[in-house]
């Protein structure tokens, strides 16, 4: 499975996190950073990460998840996940959750077929943040009665 990722700069620390846990998962072949390098500015004395707009970002990684032939899922992170869902959730073939616990990144693969794991860095830590990544790696779709919930859905987009 190939995942590709993304992230604004409320997530830059969170999304270099979970690239490195999910280097050692063996059902990751390939991870696709979407993000240009970063660059910092100077505020009140301070360097932080120049602002990048999340529409931007999910843009770069929906469109790489719709026109790969192989299995690919996409994770993208920014203050809340909210906003990244939102702009996720516009491109066609794309399902984006936004989960903050256990259950809901478990149930968004097997009752949504979710492509696209939405997080926010504000909301969640690191830790919870690789735990719902593995879950959302590691848990396939049930299909049955789902799929003709998922064939509605695929029907408003056309
Ligand atoms: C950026 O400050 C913030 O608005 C963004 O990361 C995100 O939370 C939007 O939904």
């Not at 499975?1 to 990751?28: P, Q, W, Y």
């Not at 259950?103 to 969640?124: D, P, S, T």
């Amino acid at each position: 499975m190939i995942i590709v990722i993304g992230c604004d700069h409320a997530a830059f620390d969170l999304k270099e996190t979970i690239i490195k846990h999910l280097e050692n998962n063996e059902k990751i072949s390939n991870i696709i950073d979407c993000n240009d390098e970063v660059r910092y500015i100077e505020k009140d004395g301070k360097f932080i990460p120049e602002a990048v707009d999340y529409p931007d970002i999910a843009k770069s990684v929906c469109e790489k998840i719709i026109n790969s032939e192989e299995e690919i899922r996409g994770i993208l992170i920014c203050g809340t996940g909210i906003g990244m869902s939102i702009a996720a959730n516009k491109f066609k073939g794309i399902r984006a959750a936004v989960c903050s616990d256990i259950f809901c990144a478990e149930y968004c693969r097997l009752h949504n077929n979710a492509n696209v794991l939405c997080m926010g860095a504000r909301v969640i830590n690191a830790d919870k943040a690789c735990e719902l990544t593995d879950i959302f790696v590691k848990t396939e779709f049930e299909g049955g009665r789902h799929s003709k919930r998922l064939e509605k859905i695929e029907k408003f987009e056309n």
